[in-house]
């Protein structure tokens, strides 16, 4: 189990919290322990926890959790076994003996064993809040550094653990700075009600403390808009750990947001020029996003490619590389760093070579150095360089003699990448990639597979090898291969077959769900397995059919339309069913869903009832027509029902209204209900 020791690492608060919602699932129930039993019932229970049947073990570690304090110490030594199952199962149980347990748990969340100190946190989450108490009562009666592991724990319990807050506070100035880490973590996770605390100590006269606070505010998920002054301030602190930490917590105001403010962007490209490298390269993290504003930064970025830093040089042209096409004023500068063949700066030319390859067309200018790295001593660089190219496009296309050359070289992987910029510039070899599918090396014959699912109906060749390649022993190669079939789409009587066989084996499984797609490409060819699977019973089985008819896209609306007057009612209730998938997509089959609501079949006349409120606005004036014209109360009835459910998802249903009304007095009491609730649901938007 790959964990972080709680006493001394930075455990993620979203990694605690998912720790948290595994731990409230499971087969436990709520129970608490009851009286202790006695001693000899104990042993006895012992002797069945060390039972080779691990159903027999689940149930005796369950029953431990009965014995209370007792069984503390027993259940706190099965979080070092060797059995994950053992382990998790006496987690579980410590949970359920609660509060008392917290003294043992405490002891094993210091534990140098990191699967016991993950545990034993599971544990403690799983007690939920009753939990904090004891651990503010131990974090003030403990000392060294297992104090840093409970102030950080506590954070784990979010606004539940705000008592935690004085007590948390005192120990950002603690001589400890594995205490510290643990109080900033625990302040992080308990939000908004600690950013009093952590604001008051970020004036904190000593480096440390303010680092502290710092960290604490980086490690939050959202920065609260109070902190943003504080923030910009600490940018400018004489602590260089105090500065990574704001510009740590600065980028969480700006990520995955079109227009951040501008204020703290001007900020983080003003750090570009920080004297602490590590500040740089926080700042070059947050800049380095394809986002719109991140085009501003760009000449701030470019004038570090010179830096006397070779990693700032790195981390400069990746974050050019990440901003994309927007970085096309930077090819000069790119260029430049590419005559550097030093040792030092290896990493920045792979960089720059990256940034060029993510610029793209653009980067035309770049073809000439890029073709003569194509005769670099270094393969990866001679990589690298080939994948530019293809992703340059056409103005690449003189590079091509050379690239078939490398398609034939002695280096698979630089055989591969050749290959695959070939296809980029339109000179793809089908042959070249069903020779790669069979190396001996995974990761190639998974590219093999994907590009020759690029090349689409080219590769029809191909279908016998890439069949083949469906019983790989690598997963991914599997993957591949699923995907490619489904693009090529050819020799559908033997492709469609192989395909749904992987969906029969297993079909709640991830591959299930893309082999299905791969069938439902092929269209019509595929409706001969796709209808009987619609009558199927399976859940899962049936999911995968709907998941077939998504990958077709609009043609599944017309393959499914002549369904609803099919003779078998199951298949004509399945095709309304499957038709809600579309929505809006599909509002050209309100007319036969409208006919539907005739069927003799009640079921298909409620299937194709709810189908309607997949369709948005289209189907409310469908749905009037329906109320204020000819036709049985039961069509109605489902009319209104359908309307209402329209209204609850969102749609504006006001020009239905006069219609839903005239049924306010209407004789039937089923009638009246729904016309009162479809007014209600007016009134509520």
């Known amino acids: 189990m790959a964990a972080t020791r709680f006493a001394s690492g930075i455990r993620p608060a979203a990694l605690l919290l998912g720790m948290a919602s595994a731990a409230l699932s499971g087969p436990w129930g709520n129970a608490r322990a009851e009286e202790p039993k006695g001693d000899g019932e104990l042993d006895r229970v012992l002797a069945r926890v060390k039972d080779e049947d691990p159903d027999i073990r689940f149930e005796a570690i369950r029953e431990l959790a009965r014995f209370g304090a007792a069984a503390v110490p027993h259940l706190v030594g099965l979080l070092g076994n060797e059995d994950d199952g053992v382990r998790t199962d006496a987690e579980m149980a410590l949970g359920e003996v609660g509060a008392v347990a917290v003294p043992g748990l405490v002891d094993a969340l210091g534990s140098p064993d990191e699967d016991v100190s993950y545990a034993a946190g599971s544990a403690l989450l799983h007690m939920g809040d009753i939990a904090v108490p004891p651990l503010l009562e131990a974090l003030r009666k403990r000392t060294g550094r297992i104090r840093g592991a409970i102030a950080g724990m506590l954070g784990a319990y979010q606004e539940g653990a705000a008592a935690a807050i004085p007590v948390l506070a005192g120990l950002l100035v603690d001589s400890d700075a594995d205490v510290r880490e643990g109080a900033a973590r625990g302040l992080s996770g308990i939000g908004p009600a600690a950013v009093p605390a952590l604001l008051e100590a970020l004036k904190s006269p000593r480096p440390a403390v303010r680092e502290a606070a710092a960290s604490a505010f980086a490690a939050m998920s959202a920065i609260p808009a109070e902190a943003g002054a504080a923030l910009l301030a600490a940018m400018k602190d004489e602590s260089p750990g105090v500065r990574r930490y704001a510009v740590v917590a600065l980028a969480c105001l700006v990520a995955g947001r079109d227009e951040p403010p501008p204020e703290v962007v001007r900020a983080i490209v003003a750090s570009l020029k920080d004297p602490d490298p590590e500040v740089v390269k926080k700042a070059l993290d947050a800049l380095g996003t394809p986002w719109k504003w991140a085009a501003g930064a760009v000449p701030a970025i470019v004038a570090l490619l010179s830096h006397a830093n070779p990693d700032v040089r790195t981390d400069a042209a990746y974050a050019l590389a990440n901003i994309g096409p927007a970085s096309a004023p930077a090819v000069p500068a790119l260029l430049g760093c590419l005559k550097d063949s030093s040792l030092e700066n290896r990493g920045a030319r792979g960089a720059a070579i990256a940034a060029l390859e993510a610029i793209g067309p653009a980067a035309k200018d770049a073809v000439p150095a890029l073709r003569a790295l194509l005769e670099d001593s270094l393969p990866d660089i001679r990589e690298d360089a080939a994948r530019a190219l293809g992703a340059i496009g056409p103005a690449a296309a003189g590079a091509i003699p050379r690239l078939k050359e490398l398609a034939k070289d002695e280096d698979e992987s630089m055989r591969t990448t050749a290959a695959e910029a070939l296809l980029a510039l339109g000179d793809g070899s089908v042959g070249g ?45 599997r993957e591949a291969a699923v995907y490619a079939l489904g693009a090529i789409g050819a020799d559908a009587s033997r492709v469609i077959p192989a395909l749904w066989g992987i969906v029969t084996k297993d079909p709640g499984g991830g591959a299930a769900m893309r082999a299905a797609e791969s069938v439902g490409r092929f269209g019509e060819a595929s409706l001969s397995i796709l209808l009987p699977a619609l009558l199927s019973e399976d859940p899962d089985l049936r999911s995968r059919v709907d998941d077939a008819f998504r990958a077709m896209g609009p043609a599944a609306v017309a393959l499914l339309l002549p369904l609803l007057k099919d003779a078998n009612a199951d298949l004509r209730a399945a095709a309304a069913a499957t038709l809600r998938l579309f929505g809006s997509e599909a509002t050209s089959v309100l007319p036969g869903l409208v006919a539907a609501l005739d069927d003799e079949d009640g079921g298909v006349r409620q299937t194709a009832a709810a189908a309607m409120t997949a369709m948005g606005k289209d189907a409310v004036e469908v749905l009037s027509k329906i109320l204020r014209g000819e036709g049985s109360l039961e069509k109605k009835r489902l009319a209104l029902w359908a309307l209402f459910s329209l209204s609850v998802f969102g749609t504006d249903i006001r020009g239905a209204e006069p219609a839903i009304r005239g049924f306010l007095d209407s004789p039937d009491e089923g009638l009246r209900l729904l016309a009162r609730r479809a007014l209600e649901s007016i009134k509520g938007e």
């Open 433 to 477: 990639f069903v020779a790669l599918l069979k190396s001996g090396d995974p990761d190639v014959r998974r590219r093999a597979a994907s590009c020759l699912g690029g090349m689409e109906r080219e590769a029809s060749g191909a279908v016998p090898v890439l069949l083949e390649a469906l019983r790989d022993e690598d997963g991914e190669v």
